[in-house]
């Protein structure tokens, strides 16, 4: 086993996560390199240190406004919410936008579907022997 692969199995092998025959590839590898077991002892250390840690317990008042603003960050306003929260400006350009948007509709299905006694069935009859948009 190469150095770069003890590296990358040695927090593995800290926590005991490692098959046996994998575990004892590392110990073998680890007997033979210092550096790699500078590593491993400097890992030791640091986990060893973070169990030695106390636990911290959040105040229960945090854990209630936390779960208060996840919750609100979930909610999504409705749609009178919404509107009552844009400004007069910005409902004006909404207005405009959704007319414009209506005009657009009502332009190009004038211009799609020509009227008159050679018209197909439907519009997509009408737009397949105009060899238009569909095949």
Not at 31 to 42: I, K, L, Q, T
Not at 43 to 54: D, K, Q
Not at 66 to 86: M, Y
């Amino acid at each position: 086993m190469h150095c770069d692969d003890v590296k990358k199995r040695l927090d593995a092998w800290i926590d005991g996560e490692l098959a046996p025959e994998e575990s004892q590839e590392v110990d073998h590898h680890l007997r033979g390199c210092p550096g790699c077991r500078r590593e491993a002892e400097s890992l030791g250390r640091i986990v060893t240190a973070l169990a030695e840690l106390s636990t911290i317990t959040a105040p229960s008042r945090l854990t209630r406004k936390t779960r208060r603003a996840f919750v609100a960050g979930l909610e999504r306003p409705d749609l009178a919410q919404w509107w009552r929260k844009l400004s007069l400006t910005m409902r004006g350009a909404v207005c405009g936008a959704v007319a414009a948007g209506l005009l657009f509709g009502v332009v190009l299905g004038s211009t799609l579907v020509p009227s008159g006694a050679g018209v197909g069935s439907n519009p997509y009859q009408t737009l397949y022997a105009s060899r238009g948009i569909f095949p």
